[in-house]
């Protein structure tokens, strides 16, 4: 037992070096692990580039939101490619941190003339729509890069309604959404129509006009005519909050 | 070993561990203490985030086509970090100085300054783009 006991007292020396090791061990390797997450935050230009992409798409998207907002208002179909010219020698021009190349095709089939859909129909619906395809090539000392993306900008609304008979009065009652890439949107004005004797006529104050703001871009309105036909033709302009200007018309009947 | 000589050995033995640890501890924090050194690089990354995120629902674009400069700058102070100045330039798309008052929050002491280039296209009805120049710096 003695023998043991100084044994043990003997070696307790070199057991506080190899803790002392197994700790400096420990230590380093919390060292390394630092050195490589160090070097992990030397890839920020990665996250740099992969930032200036988010930022072209961006610049892109706002541009046929511009597009679309001027040619819903009565521009030309034509100024979609003509503004992502623009913006395509813009960012040719601009950058320098090396060749960014932003080429484009817009959308032509049998809805989309120009990359512009414009459909404002009698059924309760109607669509203001641009669409175009974007290839963005970047040459860096960094980076080779070529991605492809969509742009795909769309208004739309969609009105129900009917009307009650009050005499030689009818109060009609218009339930109307808006959207937004087919989520719910709030619109930024609308205007509403309704058709007396093939004339359209603008409903205001003096039309009783009531409209109710759910908030989640849906609206109820209410107003009065005195329309002879059993049939009132009625129609909703809607700006939504990006301008673009979306219609759409109903005929009414009683309910 | 000598009985009278253990004691001595037991003090260096311990005085070499201390050593160690503390030698390790020394490294780990003068490592940790260059990484929070701020770079340009990393300035420019979040002048970058700031600037998309203004303009991710076009408000950017609207503070420049209404010349709202205090507004943009107010914009500015709330989402960059406390303690980083800026000072930012406007041009239009001929790159002509649209911005006639200073967009800052204060003169630049540093030595280190990130520089982030960012073209803003409005989502106006007229097509127009911006070409903004943000400097930053940490305020020292």
Not at chain 1, 103 to 129: A, F, I, K, P, R
Not at chain 1, 227 to 253: G, N, Y
Not at chain 2, 27 to 46: F, H, K, M, R, W
Not at chain 2, 84 to 105: A, C, H, K, P
Request: hydrophobic share 40%; charged share 15%; aromatic share 10%.
């Amino acid at each position: 037992m003695k023998s043991k006991a100084i044994f043990r007292a003997n070696r307790s020396g070199q057991l506080l070096i190899v803790a002392a090791l197994a700790i400096a061990i420990l230590l380093s390797s919390t060292t390394m692990y630092v050195y490589e997450l160090s070097g992990e935050r030397q890839s920020t230009e990665d996250f740099f580039i992969s930032d200036f992409i988010l930022a072209v798409k961006q610049g892109s998207r706002n541009a046929v939101i511009s597009a679309l907002a001027n040619a819903s208002n009565g521009g030309e179909k034509t100024v979609l490619a003509d503004d992502l010219d623009s913006l395509s020698q813009a960012y040719m021009r601009l950058n320098k941190r090396g060749i960014w190349r932003l080429s484009y095709t817009v959308l032509n089939d049998s809805h989309y003339d120009g990359g512009v859909w414009l459909s404002w129909g009698n059924g309760g619906l109607g669509v203001s729509s641009a669409y175009a395809n974007f290839t963005l090539r970047v040459y860096d000392s960094t980076a080779n890069i070529t991605m492809s993306y969509t742009v795909n900008i769309t208004t739309t609304i969609t009105i129900n309604g009917y009307y009650t008979s009050n005499g030689t009065e009818k109060t009609i009652n218009l339930f109307c959404r808006v959207f937004n890439e087919g989520k719910s949107a709030l619109a930024k004005n609308l205007t509403v129509f309704y058709e007396n004797l093939g004339v359209w006529v603008p409903v205001n104050a003096s039309n009783n006009l009531s409209v109710r703001d759910y908030g989640n871009g849906t609206y109820a309105l209410s107003f009065n005519v005195s329309v002879p036909s059993e049939i009132v033709q009625v129609s909703v302009h809607a700006q939504d909050m990006r301008c673009i200007l979306v219609k759409a018309s109903i005929p009414c009947r009683e309910g | 070993m000598k009985s009278e000589n253990r004691g001595q050995i037991r003090i260096i033995e311990a005085f070499l561990a201390v050593l160690i640890i503390f030698s390790s501890l020394a490294i780990s924090a003068n490592l940790a203490t260059t990484q929070n050194t701020a770079e340009p690089n990393d300035l420019a990354y979040v002048g970058l985030q700031v600037l998309l995120k203004l303009d991710s629902d076009g408000r950017l674009g609207r503070c420049l086509d209404n010349r709202d400069w205090a507004g943009l700058r107010s914009s500015l102070n709330l989402l960059l970090p406390t303690g980083v100045s800026f000072n930012l330039t406007v041009y239009d798309g001929e790159m002509r100085q649209i911005n006639e008052e200073i967009i800052s929050n204060g003169g630049f002491n540093s030595q280190e300054i990130a520089f982030v280039n960012y073209v803003c296209v409005s989502q106006n009805q007229t097509f127009n783009y911006y070409v903004i120049y943000l400097y930053l710096a940490v305020a020292k």
